[in-house]
């Protein structure tokens, strides 16, 4: 199985500062057809998770452009731009490149 | 406008079977996959299996022996059924429906494993 790393962050990050989320996997998600098989998303308190990232890179319908995806085949970033209170939440990566689809640990983020 | 709705007992004794229902609108399920991703309370989530468009499934290698997933296209549901439930299986069941770029989620339901 994949393994899907990830970093912490040093909460509470002051709102309106920027904030980057590390995932790293066991195995690169860089596929053949030049696609990297990694989504992002965020889980609010109480709420089911959303998708914000997929294809490593392109962001979901309707989701901020403070948003942004990056990464190699096998280390990725989520960076958030000037961060809201509305960002508030578990962030997680996952692979879908291969079964069983993993996921990593979550990292919080709290806003001051 | 494409809805996921999982149903099932909130409560089940250790060591019985939990049965679950994810009950879809908005789209046909021999068109898409619909997956089983759980969280315990306050923690991660884990992915627990797929049923695929066309029938087949996949598992979690670490679920697989207590797990199946089946179908009813006709009712358009997916069932979730798991044996000898521990206490550590306590948590929120989801559906979900991935597609390209919109991952759909149920609201998730509740089940906790107690005598």
Not at chain 2, 72 to 78: A, F, I, R
Request: charged content about 15%; overall charge positive.
């Amino acid at each position: 199985d994949i393994v899907m790393t990830q970093g912490a962050l040093p909460n509470p990050v002051p709102s309106g500062e920027s904030a980057s989320i590390t995932c790293q996997s066991s195995k690169s998600l860089l596929h053949s057809n030049g696609k990297t098989y990694l989504n992002w998303y965020l889980q609010r308190p109480g709420q089911s998770p959303q998708l914000l990232i997929y294809w490593m890179s392109t962001r979901a319908s309707g989701v901020s452009d403070r948003f942004s995806g990056s990464g190699s085949g096998t280390d990725f970033t989520l960076k958030i731009s000037s961060v809201e209170a509305e960002d508030v939440g578990v962030y997680y990566c996952q692979q879908f490149l291969e079964y069983p689809r993993t996921f990593g640990s979550g990292t919080k983020l709290e806003i001051k | 406008q494409v809805q996921l709705k999982e149903s099932g007992p909130g409560l089940v004794q250790p060591s019985q079977t939990l049965s679950l229902t994810c009950t879809v609108s908005g789209f046909s399920l021999t068109s898409y996959n619909v997956h089983w991703v759980r969280q315990p309370p306050g923690k991660g989530l884990e992915w627990m299996g797929r049923m695929r468009y066309n029938g087949d499934t996949s598992y979690n290698s670490a679920l697989k022996s207590r797990l199946s997933i089946s179908r009813d296209t006709s009712k358009n549901q997916v069932f979730l059924k798991m044996n000898s439930l521990q206490t550590d299986d306590t948590g929120t069941y989801y559906c979900t429906r991935p597609t390209e770029g919109i991952v759909d989620w149920g609201q998730g339901v509740m089940v906790t494993v107690s005598s």
